[in-house]
């Protein structure tokens, strides 16, 4: 339940910045919408990988999320 309400939480995070940023046309927010857009597939991986379900996809959520926090780093 915790994570269903992290990944709630961290959807409505990115979909927020991600307008924001489309309405204000800068990028100054595009790192921390990498950061929080990150922690969702991290998340989201976790609890694919928990439920036992699909581990294929979980496995790819944290990987495309390594790339994530890597672009993260990076537009700094």
């Given amino acids: 339940m915790l994570l ?3 990944i709630v939480f961290s959807a409505v995070i990115v979909v927020l910045l991600s307008f924001i ?8 927010l595009m790192p921390y919408l990498m950061l ?3 922690i969702l597939m991290v998340v989201s991986g976790i609890n694919e990988i928990k439920n036992n379900n699909r581990k294929f996809y979980g496995y ?3 990987a ?3 790339i994530v926090f890597t672009a993260f780093i990076y537009s700094f």
């Fill in 21 to 28: 940023g489309l309405f204000t046309d800068t990028a100054a």
């Fill in 4 to 6: 269903k309400g992290l």
């Fill in 64 to 66: 495309a999320s390594i």
């Fill in 36 to 38: 929080s857009l990150g």
């Fill in 60 to 62: 790819f959520y944290m």
